[in-house]
């Protein structure tokens, strides 16, 4: 539906190529084939990194108490900067999910987080 994109395939049609964000769903596969497997089990979940913001009052413990709910949620988190001026915070995560439902989730707990004003895909 993008306008862009629809006059991009007309004008450079070898522009345009065929492109999967994968089965989200589906476990990650090797190489060889058979679903990857980690030496004590089931296939190894394919996770996405995001982006995501957080603005909030700043307190004691904040920080530690978004990032219990990350690992209540199994989220893994890559980095994180925070900014503070005055009594506002603003955070900024990459973390990997598995799924655009686990990031919902994940969106949901922690705007229910005291002093969380407001959080968001980055």
Known sequence: GCVSFRHLSQR?????LPASWGEWDRPARSKRGPPARSKRGPPI??????????????????LRDMTEVLAR???NVLSVRSNTRGDLARFNFIVEVASTTALERVLSILRETPGVDRCTRN
């Open 12 to 16: 450079s049609p070898e522009r345009i």
């Open 45 to 62: 979940v394919r996770r996405y990194p995001v982006g995501l913001q957080v603005h909030a009052i700043d307190r004691p413990g904040l």
């Open 73 to 75: 949620e199994r989220v």
